[in-house]
């Protein structure tokens, strides 16, 4: 089994297919100019408020206004709207800074993989499973984590996991590389490519006016 070092080769990776031609997905919003307006304004938005609130004048020896134009231009070229998104986490990654990130509007969805995972000191580990996935069958609470989606998993990253998979590029299933603790004498870990469950549409009702707290009142949730 070989894992890359670094989910942040998968990010660049990602830009680079999103600004190839010819690769829109039938989920994604094609480009047309209110997209494109949409989505350089909040390119811009990202380079003021880094130009305003950067705790590093220096911005650790990027140039910023450069880098700026360089994926404005980018954005441009872009065909579909998810194109543009990586375009501008692209924009920010290369601060490499785990404060400063792109988090993409919401969807009205959100997936599930199943399971939940958390590093306890250097390791990681399975802590939950959701019954009735896919997961519920494949991996179990305690399992240690040895890579997720063919990278392997670490303190350092695994906050760049996260962002990657869940916000910026939900999966359809994940690959996780997995061995038993208790299994002393397990020398190399198993494969399990686990489906993602059912989207999960959240469907939210309007206060009525005049009503006092939130402008959404009950919260329904419908599985598909």
Known sequence: MSLCPSIRAAIVAAIVIMAMPGTVLRSQQTMDAINLDRSRGILRDAY?????HYY?????????????????????????????FGLVAGFLDGLNDSHTFFEPPSRPYRVDYGY??????????????R????????????????????????????????????????QKASILALRDPHE????????????????FWTL?????????????????????
């Not at 939940?116 to 499973?129: K, P």
């Not at 989606?149 to 590029?169: C, E, I, P, Q, T």
């Not at 494969?191 to 059912?198: E, F, G, L, P």
Request: proline letters at 5%; hydrophobic letters at 30%; a positive charge.
């Open 48 to 52: 003021e408020n880094v130009k305003k």
């Open 56 to 84: 590093d004048p220096k911005y650790h020896g990027l140039d910023i206004d450069a880098r700026y134009h360089e994926f404005d231009a980018k954005i441009q070229k872009a065909s579909s709207l998810s194109q543009a």
């Open 116 to 129: 939940r995972m958390q590093i306890f000191g250097e390791d990681c580990f399975i802590t939950r499973v």
């Open 131 to 170: 019954p009735g996935t896919d997961a519920e069958s494949k991996v179990h609470p305690g399992d240690q984590v040895l890579g997720y989606n063919n990278f392997a998993v670490n303190r350092g990253d695994l906050w760049k996991m996260s962002y990657y998979f869940d916000s910026l590029s939900p």
């Open 184 to 199: 002393k004498n397990a020398r190399s870990p198993w494969m399990r490519n686990i489906a993602n469950s059912k989207k």
């Open 204 to 224: 939210r009702a309007k206060a009525e006016p005049g009503t006092s707290g939130s402008i959404f009142g009950t919260s329904k949730t419908r599985t598909i």
